[in-house]
């Protein structure tokens, strides 16, 4: 059974970073592309990027380029999405999906919430 | 950027009733579409890739078609589970993009 579970809830201040990780299990991990999505509170599903472990390739949404890193350590079959200084306006659900097409998402992580507040 | 709108933005309905929600691209996108189901506190689930291909354990009542810039999901005689939102993403070209999502609300 596929599955991705990621890391627990965030509560962090402005200026801080952080690192949240995507453990996928259940498939050859270097096969799938792994997105990620935001979901502000109350609203819509933002497209961030995309990560190949394979060869390591990444691509990032014009919106996010530049503003998080997407990264994955194929030894432990885990994704990470990071920032290295958080904005109360990154406050939001954070999803981690994939599947065996590098286009749709079959496979979602639980979400992880951050909530950045000072 | 290839901009998905979906409409309507919300629908009400009751059970038993047929609903259509349509979403378009900003350019052609041949049949990478898909179209995913979001209820609270949920992750999405995909419902129909392809444009018109149904997942597995999806019920039939689901149906998607189109091609190039204009798409529909269709439920058929909708069930109770079936109120959420319902979101459309294009994967023709990166970045991928996603609709404004419609939530289908009970009348």
């Known amino acids: 059974e596929v599955q991705l579970v990621q890391s627990g809830a965030e509560v962090k201040k402005p200026g801080e970073s952080l690192k949240i990780s995507c453990k996928g299990s259940?498939?050859?991990?270097?096969?799938?592309?792994i997105g990620w999505v935001r979901q502000m509170p109350g609203k819509g599903l933002e497209w961030m990027g995309t990560?190949?472990?394979?060869?390591?390739?990444?691509r990032y949404s014009p919106s996010f380029q530049g503003q998080v890193t997407i990264s994955a350590d194929k030894s432990i079959n885990t994704a990470y999405l990071q920032w290295s200084s958080l904005k109360a306006s990154d406050t939001a659900m954070y999803y981690c999906?994939?599947?065996?097409?590098?286009?749709?998402?079959?496979?979602w992580g639980q979400g992880t919430l951050v909530t950045v507040s000072s | 950027d290839i901009q998905m709108t979906q409409s309507p933005s919300s629908v009400s309905a009751s059970v038993g009733d047929r609903v259509t929600i349509t979403c378009r691209a900003s350019?052609?996108?041949?049949?990478?579409l898909a179209w995913y189901q979001q209820k609270p506190g949920k992750a999405p689930n995909l419902l129909i890739s392809?444009?018109?291909s149904l997942q597995s354990g999806v019920p039939s009542r689901f149906s998607g078609s189109g091609s190039g810039t204009d798409f529909t999901l269709t439920i058929n005689s909708l069930q109770p589970e079936d109120f959420a939102t319902y979101y459309c993403?294009?994967?023709?070209?990166?970045?991928?993009?996603f609709g404004q999502g419609t939530k289908l609300e009970i009348k």
């Open positions: 999906a994939s599947g065996d097409s590098s286009s749709w998402y079959v496979y």
């Open positions: 259940g498939y050859i991990f270097t096969n799938y592309w």
């Open positions: 990560f190949f472990p394979g060869d390591s390739d990444t």
């Open positions: 350019q052609g996108i041949s049949s990478w």
């Open positions: 392809a444009a018109s």
């Open positions: 993403q294009q994967a023709n070209s990166f970045p991928y993009t």
